[in-house]
């Protein structure tokens, strides 16, 4: 057996370098009560090595979604996305649909 401690999150700990990760709603704006952050965060549904999890995209990482895939969040739902590992710290590369 080999159990799955990735979490619910989507974050560098529970990726690896190149993998592919699917939008699957249009996200949330959520309360985050712990003290060390106490903010409203954004927060999108992922599909994850066939799992579902929470990606809470930063500043840098939602404006680089919103010039992919468009200002409202309702038209990135089937997109997908890449992990890139940089730096011990994860940051994402849209992929874009081809034109035919």
């Not at 529970?14 to 309360?31: A, F, M, P, S």
Request: charged share 30%.
């Amino acid at each position: 057996m080999i159990p799955d401690f990735s979490g619910d999150f989507l974050n560098y700990e529970g990726t690896k370098d190149g993998d592919i990760v699917t939008i699957l709603d249009e996200g949330r704006v959520e309360y985050n009560d712990n003290p060390k952050i106490m903010r409203d965060m954004f927060n999108i549904t992922v599909e994850h090595n066939q799992k579902k999890k929470t990606y809470s995209p930063n500043n840098k990482a939602g404006k680089t979604l919103q010039d992919a895939f468009g200002m409202d969040t309702k038209d990135w739902i089937g997109k997908q996305f890449q992990i890139i590992h940089v730096d011990k710290k994860m940051m994402i590369r849209p992929i874009k649909e081809q034109k035919v």
